[in-house]
């Protein structure tokens, strides 16, 4: 039955802001349970978080937008979700701005500080650099919010932070998920005195079921709402940051070799969120528009489209070779240098003379990067340069995705890269310091073009999509997993449209990710169901628990929406629409 105006906002969702309705909102149901698919109208949101989720579709229910919808999902995220986002974290928005019809992006990746050079890392055990504080970079998340807000939103940063404050001072249920990630990170974050305090009291991790609250970091949230990104990147949250970065605060007795950082203020004053133009290819006739670098996601993503779409046929065989050989260029091409050549990597004429390469039998691994020079030739082709393989990556990083009554889409993909980041919570502040830096290739690698250097931002795999069909979005999607982001983008559209899933089967089904490396790595579900035949093409598997940890939103027809979260990995996650019937 359609239902009738909300009569009051949902409960303290937006507590303290002059926010007022904009249009008459329909009242559903309240939501309790997390779901990973709903489908409706108005509006649409999916994360991996219930509270996340719901605190997205009050926003957009109160008529706020999707970039409002977005950003106060991904504060809160920063609560429910701390070992995967955060303040002093960073990430990449795509954007479609259904007004304009225009796709944008906001990169606010963490940069390294001036002080940094090719050599900083180099012979550092990469363990003992992820819990450091050269690891930290300087955050993006803050002015990527206070941008993304001025430019598309009508929130203020103070407006988009209430939901989250809200979290974290009553607190939120400890998931199995929020337990394991506390557990398997214990014995660092025992080695730093804030860490311990927050999120071991009693030295333990907290148990499943119990209540969590982060008053420190709503007083953070209510202190930078008040204040703007300005306290952070001018002030004194800022010189607390650099203080800790400096000086880690190192429990008495730890025995654990901690690297101070070189982060200075005069960093962060230079630090800026940026907007750059979009990746864009075209895949059967739709537009496909990703994140350009310092991201990797947008043109390695493109690329391996074009190339199965240079084939014959697409199969997982296939699916696996574009992906190895677009790893290869990635590898070879693009970072967060001047004159990555994104037009050629994302050209047809390069796509066909790499798709040129793929037989019946997988490719001799790793593969070289191939030439995007503009002149391509019939096969075969000469490789150029060394092979690199991207090495194992492990789940962390968060994606979430939210449309609006009025058609906007936000894809945004938000880290503070390892899970629980350089484990070092900033004292009293309650929120963890990124380590992003770890990103970087360590060296010596003459060449590479994802080598530390000053105020650079390392090379990243975030791969947040919006695919647009006769101008019109069609689907966004995104997920967690460092380099594995990219196959399971990949995979996800591979199976949408070209194994004919529907999305909730596109998302669900076993993953696989061929990275350049002599194995790939994949779910023990794929290599149950695929790996006798796919062996048999000469391709080799090593079992990997989980992939991914996607989100994702399809525009069926007539304005219905699917909002789509994982049924299973790392929990579920949880999709909502703001009302069920039109
Ligand atoms: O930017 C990236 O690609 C990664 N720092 C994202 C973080 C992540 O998924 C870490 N996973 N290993």
């Known amino acids: 039955m359609i239902t009738h105006r909300i009569a009051v906002p949902l409960a303290g969702i937006l507590a303290g802001t002059s926010f007022l309705f904009v249009q008459p909102a329909v009242a559903s149901p309240p939501v309790v349970e997390k779901k990973p698919v709903a489908e409706g109208y108005g509006g649409a949101v999916s994360t991996v978080d219930l509270d ?49 019809k225009k796709v944008h992006t906001i990169d606010g990746r963490e940069a390294a500080p ?92 907290p148990p499943v079921g119990s209540t969590f609250r982060n008053p420190e970091l709503a007083e953070t949230y209510r202190q930078l709402g008040r204040r703007g990104g300005d306290w952070l990147y001018e002030g004194a949250l800022g010189a607390e940051v650099v203080a800790t970065v400096k000086a880690p605060p190192v429990t008495p007795g730890s025995t654990r070799k901690i690297r101070p950082g070189l982060m200075e203020t005069s960093d962060l004053k230079a630090y800026r969120a940026l907007e750059r133009p979009p990746t864009k290819m075209t895949y059967k006739g739709m537009d496909v528009y990703g994140m350009a670098p310092p991201s990797s996601g947008g043109s390695t993503v493109g690329e391996a489209l074009n190339i199965l779409e240079a084939l014959p046929k697409v199969g997982l065989h296939e699916y696996l070779e574009a992906s190895r050989l677009s790893f290869a260029d990635r590898g070879r091409y693009v970072g967060d240098i001047p004159g990555v050549p994104l037009k ?42 060394q092979a690199i393989a991207t090495p194992a990556e492990g789940p962390e990083t968060t994606h979430l995705v939210v449309t609006d009554r009025w058609g906007n ?10 899970t629980g980041g350089n484990g070092i919570v900033v004292p009293g502040r309650g929120f963890l310091l990124n380590n992003e830096l770890t990103d970087f290739t360590f060296g010596p690698a003459p060449g590479d073009p994802n080598l530390p250097a000053p105020g650079k931002r390392p090379r990243s795999s ?16 995104g997920s967690p ?42 779910e023990p579900g794929f290599i149950d169901r695929y790996g006798p035949e796919l062996t048999l093409k000469g391709q080799s598997f090593a079992p990997t628990p989980e992939i991914g940890a996607a989100t994702a939103i399809e525009f069926l027809r007539n304005g219905r929406l699917q909002a789509v979260a994982e049924p299973v990995r790392r929990g579920g996650g949880s999709a909502l629409v703001t009302s069920e019937r039109r």
């Open 114 to 205: 001036r002080a940094m050079g090719p050599a900083s890392l180099e012979g550092i055990p990469f363990d003992e650099a992820v819990t450091s504080g050269l690891s930290a970079g300087v955050p993006g998340s803050v002015a990527q919010w206070e941008l993304a807000l001025r430019r598309f939103g009508t929130l203020s940063l103070k407006q988009a932070l209430n939901p989250a404050i809200e979290v974290a001072s009553k607190g939120f249920a400890v998931d199995q998920t929020f337990y394991e990630q506390t557990a398997a990170n214990a014995a660092r974050f025992k080695d730093f005195t804030s860490t311990a305090k927050l999120y071991l009291p009693g030295g333990a991790p």
């Open 481 to 522: 997993g460092g380099a594995t982001i990219i196959t399971t983008v990949l995979q996800i559209l591979v199976n949408r449209w070209d194994f004919g899933m529907s999305l909730p089967q596109a998302l669900a089904a076993p993953r696989a990710s061929q990275r350049n490396t002599v194995q790939t790595q994949a």
């Open 52 to 100: 996340a989720s719901k605190v997205a579709l009050g926003v957009l229910r109160q008529g706020g937008n999707a970039m409002d919808a977005a950003i106060a999902a991904a504060a809160t995220l920063g609560v429910t979700e701390p070992y995967s986002a955060g303040l002093a974290g960073g990430g990449f928005i795509v954007y479609y701005d259904a007004r304009h």
């Open 409 to 418: 889409v936000v894809a945004y993909n938000i880290t503070i890269e390892s």
């Open 462 to 477: 975030m791969a947040p999509t919006i695919v647009l069909a006769d101008g019109k979005p069609l689907l966004a999607l």
């Open 344 to 385: 050629e990597l994302l050209s047809d004429g390069f796509a066909k003379e790499r798709a040129c390469l793929i037989g019946e039998r997988a490719m001799p691994h790793p593969a070289p990067p191939g030439n995007p020079d503009g002149r391509y030739g019939p096969c075969p082709v000469t490789p150029s340069g």
